[in-house]
């Protein structure tokens, strides 16, 4: 029996799906407003989906025998869509001006794993992995404006979320390991991830404790159905919404990783 470090890093897929549905409702509604809107104008946009991220962690495996061990470890998921990439152009009132609407969504599993090593030939191996655990997952949003002139964004304190939520989280991967010498091995890994969170609370901007919900409100001006995100100490209802639910920051997905197994 041996104690080893396992270091990894990678970049892969995050499910998001209605992450995206509300980034894209906040641009349609705003594309509505500036085409339905007397002395608006729209000019264009560049919004991109939060679909992909970075992955980091590191883990204390102990090995039973050369080809069965368990593990136990902690890792960093995060993705960001930046203020360029949801970024819309409009002119009101014959002044010209970029609206953004970013996002960051991050979490921290702790995982237990089990691994299962099968030796190809002296030097290389090929790995199984199978885990589950807990995850604390946060995320952020924030809208803002500016004149195109500036050069940074004005951000509205009623407009940002900031919410926090803890779930589990599942994991199984396939790799190659390669050992340089004794003591370290540089390994390559595809590793799938089921980490769906929901129940995010956080203040509110009056600073009450709310509940961050997903639904689609209507702007009778408009006459426009709007997917957003918005925090509620409770459930929003009435005829100006529908599909009300609580908000999903889905953490699934795919990586690809590279690292390196140390031992002691």
């Given at each position: 029996?041996?104690?080893?470090?396992?270091?990894?890093?990678?970049?892969?897929?995050?499910?998001?799906?209605?992450?995206?549905?509300?980034?894209?409702?906040?641009?349609?509604?705003?594309?509505?407003?500036?085409?339905?809107?007397?002395?608006?104008?729209?000019?264009?946009?560049?919004?991109?989906?939060?679909?992909?991220?970075?992955?980091?962690?590191?883990?204390?495996?102990?090995?039973?025998?050369?080809?069965?061990?368990?593990?136990?470890?902690?890792?960093?998921?995060?993705?960001?869509?930046?203020?360029?990439?949801?970024?819309?152009?409009?002119?009101?009132?014959?002044?010209?001006?970029?609206?953004?609407?970013?996002?960051?969504?991050?979490?921290?599993?702790?995982?237990?794993?089990?691994?299962?090593?099968?030796?190809?030939?002296?030097?290389?191996?090929?790995?199984?992995?199978?885990?589950?655990?807990?995850?604390?997952?946060?995320?952020?949003?924030?809208?803002?404006?500016?004149?195109?002139?500036?050069?940074?964004?004005?951000?509205?304190?009623?407009?940002?979320?900031?919410?926090?939520?803890?779930?589990?989280?599942?994991?199984?991967?396939?790799?190659?390991?390669?050992?340089?010498?004794?003591?370290?091995?540089?390994?390559?890994?595809?590793?799938?991830?089921?980490?769906?969170?929901?129940?995010?609370?956080?203040?509110?901007?009056?600073?009450?404790?709310?509940?961050?919900?997903?639904?689609?409100?209507?702007?009778?001006?408009?006459?426009?159905?709007?997917?957003?995100?918005?925090?509620?100490?409770?459930?929003?209802?009435g005829e100006d919404f529908r599909s009300v639910r609580k908000a999903v920051v889905d953490f699934s997905g795919f990586s690809a990783k590279m690292g390196l197994l140390i031992k002691f």
């Open positions: 029996m041996d104690i080893r470090l396992i270091l990894s890093g990678g970049f892969g897929t995050l499910k998001l799906e209605e992450v995206n549905r509300s980034l894209y409702g906040w641009a349609e509604w705003q594309k509505e407003k500036a085409i339905f809107r007397e002395n608006w104008d729209y000019i264009g946009e560049e919004v991109r989906k939060l679909n992909t991220g970075f992955d980091f962690g590191g883990e204390i495996a102990v090995f039973f025998t050369s080809r069965i061990a368990v593990g136990f470890g902690a890792e960093f998921i995060y993705g960001e869509l930046v203020e360029k990439n949801i970024e819309l152009f409009v002119e009101m009132d014959s002044k010209s001006y970029a609206l953004t609407r970013p996002a960051k969504a991050s979490a921290i599993p702790l995982i237990l794993s089990a691994y299962y090593y099968y030796p190809l030939n002296k030097k290389l191996d090929l790995f199984l992995k199978a885990g589950g655990g807990l995850i604390w997952a946060k995320y952020i949003e924030r809208a803002g404006n500016r004149r195109l002139e500036e050069e940074y964004f004005n951000y509205l304190k009623e407009e940002l979320i900031i919410a926090s939520s803890r779930g589990s989280i599942f994991v199984g991967g396939l790799g190659l390991s390669y050992r340089i010498d004794p003591s370290l091995s540089l390994f390559i890994q595809g590793e799938a991830r089921l980490a769906k969170t929901s129940g995010f609370q956080g203040k509110m901007p009056e600073g009450e404790l709310g509940e961050l919900y997903y639904f689609e409100e209507y702007s009778p001006d408009i006459d426009f159905w709007r997917a957003t995100f918005k925090m509620y100490a409770e459930a929003p209802s």
